[in-house]
């Protein structure tokens, strides 16, 4: 019982695994769409990460539209140091698992992406997304600028008002700047492209998010 429930805590700084300095070898090119999966990115492209529970399905959701030039799955928004997945499911890091969309805004609208985000998954249920349980599931939005924090903020708002209306709880989402992003292995990139078959826990409320 303790265990457990200290996987639905996030751990101090100084209680959390220290990490490492080298940084996870991850493939130079997006095995869906061929574009580069690490910076430096085609100068006009921007950048969010978000956390919706197990990132291989969330991962997909964005790969598949128009305008996202590519994603990554890794950790963030907790303390240790370029971690490796096995710390991360032990709730000792304190990180999310997380996506990184990089995409166009001439094509793709950050509101779009929010939509997306809102849509794909239950952000009422605090540490856990489904049947996953633990602080790395947990729903988080990791902007970049205060344009994005506010359009973040504003489309929370407006989705708890229909959360409620169908019965939902109140949203748990973290809305964050972004920190830093680790990689994850190298098997986790893309994992549903390449395991079509592969699990997917993610589920969303039925609820619109009209932005």
């Not at 997909?60 to 370029?82: Q, R």
Request: aromatic content about 14%.
């Amino acid at each position: 019982m303790f265990l457990y429930k200290k996987k639905l805590e996030i751990p101090r700084a100084e209680e959390a695994l220290k990490g490492r300095e080298e940084e996870m070898p991850v493939p130079e090119k997006h095995y869906v769409n061929g574009n580069t999966l690490k910076p430096p990115f085609p100068d006009g492209l921007e950048k969010v990460i978000v956390g919706m529970g197990c990132f291989w399905g969330a991962e997909k959701k964005f790969w598949e539209k128009n305008g996202v030039f590519i994603t990554a799955v890794g950790y963030s928004a907790g303390h240790t140091k370029n971690p490796y997945y096995e710390e991360v499911c032990s709730g000792m890091t304190g990180h999310n698992e997380v996506v990184l969309v990089v995409f166009d805004p001439k094509i793709i609208s950050f509101k779009d992406i929010l939509k997306i985000f809102w849509e794909a998954h239950n952000p009422t249920q605090g540490m856990r997304q489904g049947n996953d349980i633990g602080t790395q599931y947990r729903s988080g939005i990791y902007y970049y600028n205060d344009s994005q924090k506010d359009e973040a903020e504003l489309s929370k708002s407006l989705f708890q008002k229909s959360l409620h209306k169908s019965g939902y709880k109140d949203i748990t989402t973290e809305i964050i700047p972004a920190g830093d992003f680790y990689y994850a292995e190298d098997y986790h990139q893309q994992y549903l492209a390449k395991n079509p078959w592969g699990y997917c826990g993610l589920g969303g409320t039925g609820v619109s998010c009209s932005i």
